[in-house]
């Protein structure tokens, strides 16, 4: 379902109840521990962190890179951690600890499907967000374009 919202705040208000009070909560998990310089915007029709065009501009589609998002589907609730499928020892760390909480691993190639807050684990969320600081992040972006465009 994407949406057409302009703001956070009106996207918010329009989901079914238990989606928004979910995503206030991951949200907050996310803005305590974003690293410095990424902004929290709206885009793609979600709720995006993203790296500001003016600190990289040099996207493959001049749009910003994401870092992050949070979004509402019909069935579930998604968690886009762009920042850890950059590396695949990352993704593989994160897949394992998340394993080890015992909650429902349900992942697609760059998101965590959850139906509930619950199936979340929330100290793993904000440590993941944590993790990467903006500048590593555009680093590991460029390390990764240069081997696609060397192929």
Not at 25 to 48: K, S
Request: aromatic share 10%.
């Amino acid at each position: 379902m994407r949406s057409n919202a302009s703001t956070i705040e009106d996207y918010l208000a329009e989901l079914p109840e238990e989606h928004r009070e979910a995503l206030i909560r991951v949200r907050d998990i996310i803005l305590a521990n974003l690293p410095p310089g990424y902004q929290e915007v709206m885009n793609w029709g979600m709720i995006t962190y993203e790296v500001p065009l003016a600190f990289y501009p040099d996207t493959y589609n001049k749009k910003p890179l994401m870092y992050a998002a949070l979004a509402s589907q019909k069935n579930y609730m998604a968690l886009y951690l762009t920042g850890i499928y950059i590396n695949p020892d990352n993704a593989k760390k994160f897949e394992h600890a998340y394993q080890v909480t015992g909650k429902r691993y349900d992942c697609g190639k760059s998101c965590v499907r959850f139906r509930k807050l619950e199936d979340l684990p929330l100290d793993l969320i904000g440590e993941t967000i944590r993790a990467l600081q903006m500048e590593t992040f555009v680093n590991l972006v460029k390390k990764a374009g240069s081997v696609r465009k060397s192929r």
